[in-house]
């Protein structure tokens, strides 16, 4: 079934700690997308890549980073995990990153950082 | 700053109209998208609109104002699947998505 997955679903994890996230597509988008959403914020961007070897930031990339090495995986990375990125993230995939391009998401990873 | 406003909740009764609006002030405009998104799971599309005018898809239907910074999101004969969060979200001049917080639809029987 075409579309995009992430894993884990959840996790709880240590203050200090470091965590991948993880999100594959199977629709050969070039774009794909890390965001955050947090109760009665908006969904806000961390990182973004428009192809395959190419990356950038986003609202809020402090504490994150990700890899694009190939067109399908784009893991998000929190090198010392801290409590204020408890939050639920989302993967996102467009054919391209410019105009009328429907983004579609992933199922969403609820990471709490204790 | 890039600012999107809308309503925070709103409540329906089923097979009523609901419109849900969405102002936006943003560095650039080109479009702007409207995501359904239920409690525990993922946005999905609904609309695009990029030109002033409404667009209608089935019981849904999207307007948009460029001028006025605009946009409404109608919804008909509501069902009780309709119950969700509703975002707006415009693409600005570096083609990155800037969302609101979304509104929350209750429909009551």
């Known amino acids: 079934i075409a579309g995009i997955t992430q894993a884990p679903t959840s996790q709880i994890l240590a203050a200090g700690r470091r965590m991948t996230l993880r999100c594959t597509q199977d629709?050969?988008?070039?774009?794909m997308y890390w965001y955050r959403q947090d109760l009665g914020l908006g969904l806000r961007l961390i990182h973004y890549?428009?192809?395959?070897?190419?990356?950038g930031k986003g609202e809020v990339p402090d504490g994150y980073s990700v890899s694009r090495a190939n067109t399908d995986d784009f893991p998000l990375t929190l090198a010392s995990a801290v409590p204020s990125q408890t939050s639920v993230y989302f993967c996102a995939s467009s054919e391209s990153g410019g105009p009328n391009n429907e983004q579609f998401f992933g199922p969403g990873t609820r990471l709490t950082v204790l | 700053g890039q600012n999107i406003d809308q309503p925070t909740e709103m409540t329906a009764t089923e097979g009523a109209i609901v419109q849900i609006n969405c102002t936006y002030q943003t560095s650039g405009f080109n479009g702007l998208f409207w995501y359904q998104q239920h409690a525990g799971e993922a946005p999905t599309f609904l609309s695009y609109?990029?030109l002033d005018g409404l667009e209608e898809k089935g019981r849904f239907s999207s307007f948009l104002s460029r001028s006025k910074g605009y946009s409404y999101l109608l919804l008909k004969e509501l069902q009780m699947k309709d119950s969700a969060s509703y975002l707006c979200a415009v693409l600005d001049s570096n083609y990155q998505l800037i969302w609101g917080a979304g509104t929350k639809l209750i429909i009551k029987p």
């Open positions: 629709m050969r988008h070039n774009a």
């Open positions: 890549s428009n192809t395959a070897g190419t990356t």
């Open positions: 609109n990029v």
